[in-house]
């Protein structure tokens, strides 16, 4: 028996997220019926990020357990056959059987992608989220030193999530305008349940002068949902990836 | 009776192209339904390119004569609010009566998108050209440089087109890799049908090693089109806009 993991990428416009569920595609059910099919084992897999319906990614996570024969590289290649063209492997190796993708320390990378202009452009409508208001990329920045570091970030997690444990620490926040495009990525050691949409449109709020950055400073000592920004909707957020440290040393 | 320019942006995902035609969707038949409702008259729009199918437009243009009181800068938000959102209008002023956007001197500007990658990537599948050959990206250029200037391009034009007439002039062609995207704008007075996909198609095969960036020189000077490259699919092409130098000197 092999633990494989699987670097996972899709677009989520057509599904209802990752995780499984009644009545609904899901991006685990998809994977977990071509898996069963390709490797004739009833597989199921343990996904590391559980992203919400319409959220994208580069670099999901995802591992399961197999008997099979195939070499763990060649996977990928078998699985990418049989997949719909809108979920990918990117890769596919063998890790420690021991190995849990949301049990272990990681530093995950999403990125939000914001387009502002005066209209929608129309291939980037499912890509992209669309803001007509001239937003200030200098005061967004200024507003996101505020929340990198180690924080309580109580203020940035939906209403609904059972996590009691609301401290995480955000390595970086880079923030940048190209063109009609502004967008971030934002690395952290984890992320609660639909914190970087809060914090997306906290931000927006902030480019578009709805307040002033040092308002971002007291929403996080507030440490109430109530104070923050909007949600900002799934299209613009993308998983873009997950570095687990103890995966980057040699397997004995 | 005033002549109304509009600028059109599509995802051409779902259309069969521009061009009005039985049995099909098609962008200038939408426009032509959301015009006439929005306006009460019978409208036909004029387009400046007859774009393929698959093909999206970032600015297309097309115009049309109108008795409206709405203000033309005004038509292109009343006419947003009732078009699908995969085309947007971005822009809609009056132009002299006589203007024609098909036989009035223009530079149009291209871009085809290859994404060159292991995999492919789900969120650029409807807007890339997936190639998986790792390619060279300086070869490119080198053939890229043969095709600017005035040339006859008939090996870079499909059967089946009807243009007598094949010399036409690129004005700059600039080919470069940012990540896993390889990618170029060309800009030109006009192009033969298919010549950007055939072009982008001849251009893959220098970047991976089929032929050396020479060739592209012979095909020129061979005037057949079994000569060069096949063509690149349409997923990876957008009309980039369209400059009318008449237009940009003051309307008396």
Redesign the interface.
């Known amino acids: 028996m092999k633990r494989i993991k699987l670097v996972v ?3 989520g416009t057509n599904y209802y997220g990752w995780q499984k569920q009644p009545n609904a595609v899901t991006v685990e059910e998809v994977l977990n019926r071509e898996l069963s099919r390709l490797l004739g084992e009833a597989v199921e897999v343990i996904g590391a990020s559980r992203t919400d319906s319409g959220v ?1 990614a ?1 670099g999901n996570v995802a591992v399961f357990d197999t008997d099979t024969r195939i070499p763990p590289e060649k996977i ?1 290649y078998a699985l ?1 056959a049989r997949l719909p ?6 890769d596919s190796k063998e890790v420690p059987p021991d190995f849990h993708p949301r049990r272990t320390d990681c530093a995950k990378t999403y990125e939000y992608r914001i387009l502002n202009t ?6 980037m ?3 992209a989220h669309y803001v007509y208001k001239p937003m200030d990329v200098e005061q967004m920045q200024r507003a996101a030193a505020f929340l990198v570091g180690e924080h309580d970030f109580a203020s940035f997690c939906s209403s609904g999530s059972q996590v009691k444990e609301t401290v995480r620490t955000i390595y970086r926040l880079d923030l940048k305008r190209e063109g009609d495009l502004v967008f971030f990525q934002v690395e952290g050691n984890g992320f609660l349940y639909n914190m970087v949409r809060i914090i997306a449109g906290t931000l927006i709020e902030v480019g578009i002068g709805s307040y002033p950055p040092e308002k971002v400073k007291e929403m996080l000592e507030a440490k109430n949902r109530i104070t923050c920004g909007p949600k900002a909707p799934a299209c613009g957020l ?1 998983l873009v990836g997950i570095r687990y440290p103890v995966l980057e040393q040699p397997m004995s």
């Open positions: 990428s899709y677009d994208h580069l990928s990418n063209k809108d979920i990918v492997i990117q005066r209209f929608p452009v129309p291939t409508r499912l890509y993308t």
